[in-house]
């Protein structure tokens, strides 16, 4: 009975390292061996605990009712989120009413290819707020025959808001969010503020402009940070490889793997382990890209980088320290954020040039889901965003290269909403009137009011 408490409790606090971690980051302790040093004190006094408990005669009781309150815990709350969501989750199958395609169209339509930089700033913002000059990468863009929006912006901040309004081509009716003691719940397990599954659907499958594409006959390939589903013809991820590194993140493993790394140059995370990277990056998704014979094909390519976790430098090499940061967008983590930028546009630029050489009549769009929350925004009430914070975290990258005739009906102010609109007309020339161009700002309160985002900006009369 000891030997199984004592074992227990030194369970519970390894995988209870990175709240440790959380709380020293919270009370402001500059390194994260301190935390590491309260962690092996509470975790020698609980295991000293457990074994001066289990001599009380009605130990074996008192464990067994807390070991099952811990399990039935965490399983009232998944029951609460799929009741909470459960109505909403339901998908119905997105596409539009079209008349298809003539023998001539459909010999002359090209393969696309969109790449989705997660939380990649415009310009203009990486200059103001990072202190950096992306002049040389977006006069590179141009001088390939892009067009470089310098006034675009997202619809929505979070990936799936504003990817699945982008190729839903329409904004969110409602945005569901449960209230009272439900929301609570949902609040202390990390839920979101909406159903995030729904929208991850639609973003990686099930959307308006992904099934009008395959009603022409085009090929789906999917690669990037998500999971494969079944309306991908080729898909290239590995998510699965998520599950054991985020346990062992919970653990002291990334600490210990971080000090073998710096100081003897020994690699031994998992994905080391397992002989492959955590990511999909660029270079390794161009050769895996399919073939002409292939075509027309739709590629979406969805990357992690430049957003955390930080891996490489500005030349690409990899960073040999883990970078413990745990809100991506803090000032300490600036040089690191502008390091994985500069690696990533030279890996744009390789893709883009392939790409050209390889397929130069194809459609290639850079489009960021995002920007980014350095300036606080995310935690600053709607009503108190300043212009900057509201430009930092919705002004995005957009870079696009399409058919010719379509190019002149790209403006500098559009959002992701109305380009998907674009580009899926000028695959089949049907005339889909474009939305007023709007941003609903969001932040980590999600203020709605009947089921919509209370804040909005139209850019159509900023601009």
């Known amino acids: 009975m000891q030997i199984s408490l004592v074992i227990c409790a030194f369970i519970i606090c390894l995988f209870n390292f990175d709240n440790i971690l959380i709380f020293g980051e919270e009370v402001g302790l500059p390194k994260n061996r301190y935390s590491a040093i309260i962690w092996a004190i509470l975790t020698a006094f609980l295991m000293w605990g457990a074994s001066r408990f ?11 009712v807390a070991a099952t309150v811990m399990f039935i815990v965490p399983v009232i709350g998944f029951i609460i989120y799929k009741i909470a969501y459960g109505t909403s989750s339901e998908i119905v199958v997105a596409q539009e009413d079209s008349s298809g395609l003539s023998s001539t169209q459909f010999e002359s339509l090209r393969n696309i290819y969109i790449i989705v930089p997660d939380s990649y700033p415009r310009a203009d ?28 912006y997202a619809n929505y901040y979070t990936t799936f808001l504003s990817m699945s309004s982008m190729f ?36 990686i499958g099930n959307s308006v402009f992904l099934n009008t594409l395959k009603s022409y006959g085009y090929k789906y390939v999917f690669s990037g940070v998500f999971n494969c589903d079944d309306s991908m013809d080729f898909c290239y991820a590995r998510s699965w490889i998520f599950i054991p ?12 793997r971080s000090f073998l790394r710096w100081k003897f140059n020994w690699d031994v995370s998992i994905p080391n382990i397992l002989g492959m990277p955590l990511y999909l990056e660029l270079p390794e998704i161009l050769e895996l890209r399919p073939g002409p014979e292939n075509s027309p094909f739709y590629m979406y390519v969805h990357l992690m980088m430049p957003h955390s976790p930080y891996r490489y ?27 994985q ?20 009549n194809s459609d290639i769009i850079i489009q960021s889901d995002t920007g980014t929350i350095l300036l606080n925004s995310y935690r600053t009430p ?9 430009e930092e975290t919705y002004a995005i990258l957009s870079a696009v290269k399409i058919n010719a005739p379509c190019m002149d009906k790209l403006y500098d102010s559009y959002t992701p909403v109305n380009l998907s609109r674009i580009v899926l007309s000028c695959v089949d020339g049907i005339d889909r009137p474009l939305l007023p161009d709007i941003s609903y700002l969001v932040n980590n309160k999600w203020e709605l009011k009947n089921g919509q985002l209370v804040g909005k900006v139209e850019h159509t009369r900023r601009h």
Not at 125 to 152: C, H, P, Q, T, W
Not at 384 to 389: L, V
């Open 54 to 64: 289990a001599k009380i005669s009605k130990a074996s009781v008192i464990a067994t």
């Open 125 to 152: 913002v990486m200059e103001r707020v990072y202190g950096y000059d992306n002049s040389e990468f977006i006069d590179a863009l141009r001088a390939r025959g892009f067009k470089v929006a310098e006034r675009s």
């Open 168 to 203: 839903n081509m329409d904004y969110h009716n409602q945005i569901i969010r449960p209230e009272g003691l439900t929301a609570n719940v949902l609040s202390q397990l990390g839920a979101f503020g909406y159903n995030e599954k729904k929208h991850e659907i639609i973003t």
């Open 245 to 256: 590194d985020n346990l062992l993140k919970l653990t002291p493993f990334e600490l210990i």
């Open 313 to 339: 430098h500005a030349d690409c090499s990899e960073i040999r320290e883990t970078v413990f940061i745990r809100d991506a967008f803090v000032r300490d983590a600036v040089p690191y954020f502008n390091g």
């Open 341 to 360: 930028v500069e690696c990533l546009n030279s890996q744009i630029i390789e893709f883009i040039d392939t790409i050209l050489f390889h397929d130069p």
């Open 382 to 390: 709607i009503s108190q965003w300043t212009n900057e914070q509201f």
